[in-house]
């Protein structure tokens, strides 16, 4: 069954560090999605993209964060530098785009900023 | 502010009872909902959807309710197993837009 891959799994930086999440999307999915997901709280969107443009960059804090994704297939979030609040689950979602909210997730990246 | 709520952090059902997930949102645009189950340390996965033309979708053990008037949804899981522990997260979003807005999730707890 074909899966959204994210690596690494775990990351632990110190703040002002500069770190950089992965994720490769299911194979033809044109959507893809990153979240951050707070402890005790349910996944906020961050940036949306459509092929290699970005659909909707609303919630991205872009003095710090920074997400591309060039060829329209895998993608990179970054985070420069980074903060203590930014400790959180940061999850990758994609989408075949056919059937509206069937996000399909990855297992996420544990970022922990010391 | 919270566009979605799901205002039970957790439950706790005996294996065979039914649950009872429940989930309010204040926003009259939304049309699609979803329900995702989390595992600790994967991501969420889907495991149902409702359109706001219908309002009861079904699949397997699993029912979604949506009450437009209340702005109002459950997922009843009928009957819970201990696999089914996890954490659930309902979901909404709008035609206008892109984004889908999460719950703070509700802990399910089925004891064998």
């Known amino acids: 069954e074909a899966e959204v891959a994210q690596s690494p799994r775990y990351k632990i930086t110190e703040k002002s560090q500069a770190v950089a999440f992965w994720c490769d999307p299911i194979?033809?999915?044109?959507?893809l999605y990153w979240y951050r997901q707070i402890l005790g709280q349910g996944p906020e969107l961050l940036v949306q993209?459509?092929?290699?443009?970005?659909?909707?960059d609303s919630q991205l804090p872009k003095d710090r964060f920074s997400a591309e994704r060039l060829k329209g297939v895998d993608s990179t979030l970054k985070i420069q530098p980074a903060e203590l609040g930014d400790s959180a689950m940061y999850l990758c979602a994609s989408s075949s785009g056919l059937h509206r909210g069937t996000q399909y997730f990855g297992p996420g990246t544990r970022l922990t900023v010391l | 502010d919270q566009q979605v709520k799901q205002n039970s952090p957790s439950l706790s059902v005996q294996e065979g009872r039914i649950s009872i997930l429940n989930c309010d949102y204040t926003n009259s645009m939304f049309d699609y909902f979803l329900w995702y189950k989390k595992y600790p340390a994967e991501g969420p996965t889907f495991l149902i959807s409702i359109s706001s033309i219908k309002d009861k979708n079904e699949d397997g053990r699993f029912t979604v309710f949506l009450n437009k008037s209340a702005k109002h949804l459950s997922l009843h899981i009928v009957p819970s197993q201990p696999g089914d522990s996890a954490v659930y997260f309902c979901a909404a979003s709008s035609n206008t837009g892109n984004q889908f807005y999460f719950g703070t999730g509700t802990s399910l707890t089925v004891i064998p």
């Open positions: 194979s033809g999915h044109a959507t």
């Open positions: 993209f459509q092929d290699e443009s970005v659909v909707d």
